[in-house]
């Protein structure tokens, strides 16, 4: 289970006046307690109100300045390499993931561990891609893909460790409507724990419990409908 302990995040920012030398502190997470049992689960909030700052701290990429993160009995201040292996982390941007020139590279990348036969893994990378419908471009440049193309490598990479929980960082923000229905069933279908920050209500809705983020708080936290009703009506 992901527990977050009276987590704070505060970073160092140079002053608005701009002075030399003069920095301030800015909270960008203020004391959040959370137990996230559940097997699907969605922050969402503003722009700039902390939810990738919170999905961060699940997998090490930050640490608090105070209190205490733990997922699945790890802590990512202590255990930061086990960490990583134990939760895959999709990032909004997919090009800072993909470190390989195609797509079937970067998925042969993710399974150098698990299946050491360069045949047997570059078979199983291109499975992968194909169950994504991306079997066409495996070995065009990450570069010509399209932006939702590019995420579904990313996701298909990530996945194929098969990691203990999958947090992913606005995962249809580039996906046309067929793609995004596409990475619904996806989601569903996994085995694992799944949490997202989304921008995509109707993602959202799809959780078993959704957060919704204020000034790097949790200002309310419940069950899809009424968590999404008062992320409503709170913007407007
Ligand atoms: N390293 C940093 N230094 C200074 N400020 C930061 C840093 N990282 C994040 N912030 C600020 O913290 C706030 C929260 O950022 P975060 O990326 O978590 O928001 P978000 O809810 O994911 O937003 P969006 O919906 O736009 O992706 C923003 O105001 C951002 O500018």
Redesign the pocket.
């Known amino acids: 289970m992901i527990r977050l302990e009276d987590v704070s995040v505060r ?1 160092d ?1 140079p002053t608005a006046a701009g002075h030399a030398h003069a920095w301030v502190a ?1 909270t ?1 997470i203020d004391r959040v307690s959370l137990a996230l049992p559940e097997r699907r689960i969605a922050f969402v ?10 999905l961060r701290l699940l997998n090490g990429l930050i640490l608090p300045s105070d209190g205490r993160v733990e997922v699945d009995g790890l802590d990512p201040a202590t255990d930061g390499r086990a960490v990583r292996r134990h939760v895959g982390f999709v990032f ?1 941007d997919p090009l800072s993931q993909l470190v390989m020139p195609t797509p079937v590279e970067d998925v042969e990348l993710s399974l150098r561990r698990s299946i050491p036969d360069r045949k047997a893994r570059r078979a199983r990378a291109l499975d992968l891609l194909e169950e994504r419908g991306l079997a066409r471009v495996a070995d065009q440049s990450i570069y010509d893909l399209s932006g939702g193309e590019r995420q579904l490598v990313a996701l298909t990479a990530v996945l194929a460790v098969k990691p203990g929980v999958l947090v992913a960082d ?1 995962p249809t923000t580039l996906l046309d409507l067929r793609n995004r229905l596409r990475l619904y069933a996806t989601l569903d279908a996994l085995p694992q724990q799944v949490i997202v ?1 989304t ?1 995509d209500l109707d993602l959202a809705r799809r959780a078993d419990r959704v957060l919704v ?1 204020e000034g790097g708080r949790i200002a309310h936290d419940g069950a899809p409908a009424e968590a999404i009703a008062y992320y409503e009506g709170s913007q407007r």
């Open positions: 970073v920012v800015k960008l909030g503003a722009n700039g109100s902390g939810k990738s700052t919170l909004t606005e920050s921008h983020v």
